[in-house]
């Protein structure tokens, strides 16, 4: 099973980058770091698609039998910088394949929306969008050492097996 994890924080010391390194390294799975990749702004012009970053993540979610998204709440939604990657991709890189989703949020209730904003967005590119999915608040983080706390590698863990286990049944 080929799963991809896309990490959508911009941000390189982001807590969305470190629960997409532990997810990856959970699943065995291939990571789009949106963080360091630096991907243009998409503007639909044809010479963008020659660009080797467009055409990694082209030719990885081509690839992928299944997704995880993982986004950071940036003010009640998803990460442009998410959005921005999804624009270069198309419902043939998505279409019934499992797709997985994780928010990492600031703590004041927050997740819920970029979770909806990625599960319209996935609809749209034909993602088979599973109805479990997580938020990570800040004390899901042990930030000094850059990992998630115990509870939360195991709640994460417990969502890792349904989810693998439905993907494999769809294969
Ligand atoms: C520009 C910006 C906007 C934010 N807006 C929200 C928000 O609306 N709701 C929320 O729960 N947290 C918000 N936060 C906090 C982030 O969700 C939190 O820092 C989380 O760790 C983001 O993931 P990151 O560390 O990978 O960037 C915001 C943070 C930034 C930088």
Redesign the pocket.
């Known amino acids: 099973m080929n799963i991809v994890v896309i990490n959508g ?1 911009p ?1 390189k010391y ?4 470190i629960a997409a390194k532990h997810i990856a390294s959970k699943v065995n799975g291939k990571l789009i770091d949106l963080s360091t990749l630096g991907l243009p702004m998409f503007n639909g012009e044809e010479e963008l698609n020659e660009l080797t970053n467009v055409q990694l993540i082209q030719e990885t979610a081509t690839e992928a039998d299944a997704f995880i998204w993982l986004s ?5 939604g998803m990460s442009g910088a998410l959005k921005n990657c999804l624009d270069f991709l198309n419902g043939d890189h998505f279409r019934s394949k499992p797709t997985l989703l994780f928010s ?5 209730k ?2 819920i929306n970029s979770l909806n904003q990625m599960r319209l967005i996935g609809r749209a590119l034909y993602a088979h969008v599973v109805p479990n999915q997580m938020v990570l608040d ?1 004390h899901c983080f042990i930030r000094e050492q850059d990992t998630l706390t115990e509870d939360a590698a195991a709640n994460v863990q417990k969502l890792l097996e349904e989810f693998i286990q439905f993907a494999d049944k769809m294969k």
Not at 14 to 17: A, C, F, M, P, V
Not at 72 to 76: A, K, V
Not at 104 to 108: S, T
Request: proline fraction near 11%.
């Open positions: 924080t941000r982001g807590r969305t980058r950071p709440e940036y003010h009640g990492v949020a600031g703590g004041g927050g997740g800040p």
